[in-house]
C-alpha cells in the first residue's frame, strides 16, 4: 500500500498559520476516522499530535488542530513558533488491522 | 513516567537475523497493544508491526510478513522484533511505541510513547 500524500515542505512566518494536507483513498483515511498526526524534531523520536482525527492529548498545544474531509485530513498550525519547525506525518487506519503513514512535511519557521 | 528502551541493533549482513528488545517502564504494559515503527536514513515513518494486549494476535505490514515476528513477554514488560531473512531496504531506526487506548487488540496508529530508536544496517 502506497503512503499516504503529504507536501515535501511547506513555510511561514511566526504568528502565521499554515495547513498540512494529508491525501489518502477510500481504503484508508476516507474510511476510518482514525487519523492522527506526529511531530518530529531531527534526531529526536515523534510526537502524537492529534488522534482521531481532531483529538489533541493532554499537553498538546491548542495552537494545533485538525480535521477531514473524504479522502483528505488536514493539520493547522496558528501562531507559528520557531519552535514548531519539524517534520509532521499523518497516519490512518488502513483496515485489516494495518496502518499507514505520510510521507512526511517539512515545516519551515522563516 | 512512561519509559521505552530498544537494545540489540546491529550491523548485520543481508539474509541475517537479529532480535530487537524494548523494556517498558512506567504503566501496566498488560492493557496496551504495543508496536514497531521504523523510518529508513532520510525518509519517512513506516508502521512495521502490532501485537494485542490480551490475545496475543499479531499484525505486519506486507513487506515483513514471513520474515519478522512479533511478540511479547507481559511478566518481564518486554516487546520483541524477530528479524528474519534481512535486506538492505530493513535498513532503518527502529522505533518500539506504545498504543494509546488501553485493551486493542490491533493498531489504531494512535501511539502515544515512543522509544529512542534503535538503528538496524543490513549490508555486506
Known amino acids: 500500500q502506497s503512503a499516504l500524500t503529504q507536501p515535501a515542505s511547506v513555510s511561514g512566518s511566526p504568528g502565521q498559520s499554515i495547513t498540512i494536507s494529508c491525501t489518502g483513498t477510500n481504503s484508508d483515511v476516507g474510511s476510518f476516522y482514525l487519523v492522527s498526526w506526529y511531530q518530529q524534531h531531527p534526531g529526536k523520536a515523534p510526537k502524537l499530535l492529534i488522534y482521531?482525527?481532531?483529538k489533541r492529548p493532554s499537553g498538546v498545544s491548542n495552537r494545533f488542530s485538525a480535521s477531514k474531509s473524504g479522502n483528505t485530513a488536514s493539520l493547522t498550525i496558528s501562531g507559528l513558533q520557531a519552535e514548531d519547525e519539524a517534520d509532521y506525518f499523518c497516519?490512518?487506519?488502513?483496515?485489516?488491522?494495518?496502518?499507514?503513514f505520510g510521507g512526511g512535511t517539512k515545516l519551515t519557521v522563516l | 513516567e512512561v519509559q521505552l528502551l530498544e537494545s540489540g541493533g546491529d550491523l548485520v549482513q543481508p539474509g541475517g537475523s537479529l532480535r530487537l528488545s524494548c523494556a517498558a517502564s512506567?504503566?501496566?504494559?498488560?492493557?496496551?497493544?504495543m508496536n514497531w515503527v521504523r523510518q529508513a536514513p532520510g525518509k519517512g515513518l513506516e508502521w512495521v508491526s502490532v501485537?494485542?494486549?490480551?490475545?496475543?494476535?499479531?499484525y505486519y505490514v506486507d513487506s515483513v510478513k514471513g520474515r519478522f515476528s512479533i511478540s511479547r513477554d507481559n511478566s518481564k514488560k518486554m516487546l520483541y522484533l524477530q528479524m528474519n531473512s534481512l535486506r538492505a531496504d530493513d535498513t532503518a531506526v527502529y522505533y518500539c511505541?506504545?498504543?494509546?487506548?488501553?485493551?486493542?487488540?490491533?493498531?489504531?496508529?494512535?501511539?502515544?510513547?515512543w522509544g529512542q530508536g534503535i538503528l538496524v544496517t543490513v549490508s555486506s
Open positions: 512506567g504503566f501496566t504494559f498488560s492493557n496496551y497493544a
Open positions: 511505541a506504545k498504543s494509546l487506548t488501553p485493551g486493542t487488540t490491533d493498531s489504531e496508529g494512535y501511539f502515544d510513547y
Open positions: 482521531g482525527v481532531s
Open positions: 497516519c490512518s487506519y488502513a483496515g485489516a488491522s494495518t496502518v499507514i
Open positions: 501485537i494485542s494486549s490480551s490475545d496475543g494476535s499479531t
